[in-house]
């Protein structure tokens, strides 16, 4: 958990180092922080409208036209919309998806409850949130998590799915 929150931290801090100097000198400085916190190699890539973390069997990409990680389970749905930041762990076989779409929170339980239910899911719980609601699902040793919210008129979809420890 502390490299997820290593990379988190540090993507937050690329965008102002990014912004102030060189691509170059932006990633060799995330780099070095990643390896330093985490005391293992770590490659940053910052081209394309992107960033792309990859360390310790950890990939994290964010920013414009971010796709699914290869690898990403198929049973698991994504709705349609924007894909802002993916995060694939080997540790776990986890991955974490966040988008934005038009579609209304409320719709997007929905839609979610439904299409895991088609694909062999079974909704464990849900959690009603002050702007959107939370569900989790099992299948065999796997867990998925869907929170759905509308901070800003625009819906944010976050799926996380990883196996559950044996």
């Known amino acids: 958990m502390r490299k997820i929150t290593t990379v988190s931290l540090v993507v937050a801090g690329l965008t102002l180092l990014g912004a102030s ?3 170059k000198v932006a990633e060799k400085t995330v780099e070095n922080a990643i390896e330093k916190s ?3 190699q770590a490659d940053v890539d910052i081209s394309n409208k992107q960033v792309q973390i990859n360390t310790n069997g950890t990939s994290l990409t964010a920013g414009e036209n971010v796709k699914l990680p290869s690898g990403f389970p198929a049973d698991v749905y994504v709705i349609d919309g924007t894909l802002k930041s993916t995060l694939a762990l080997a540790e776990d076989n986890g991955y974490s998806v966040t988008l934005t779409t038009s579609t209304s929170a409320a719709d997007v ?3 979610y409850e439904s299409q895991l ?3 062999g899911w079974t909704i ?3 959690l009603a949130l002050p702007e959107g609601s939370m569900l989790t699902a099992e299948k065999g040793l796997r867990t998925t998590s869907v929170t759905m919210t509308t901070p ?3 819906t944010m979809v976050s799926i996380s799915t990883r196996e559950k420890s044996s």
């Open 21 to 23: 100097c060189g691509k």
């Open 38 to 40: 985490t005391n293992g």
């Open 109 to 111: 339980k929905t839609k």
């Open 117 to 119: 239910k088609a694909d």
């Open 124 to 126: 464990i719980s849900t």
């Open 152 to 154: 800003d008129g625009e």
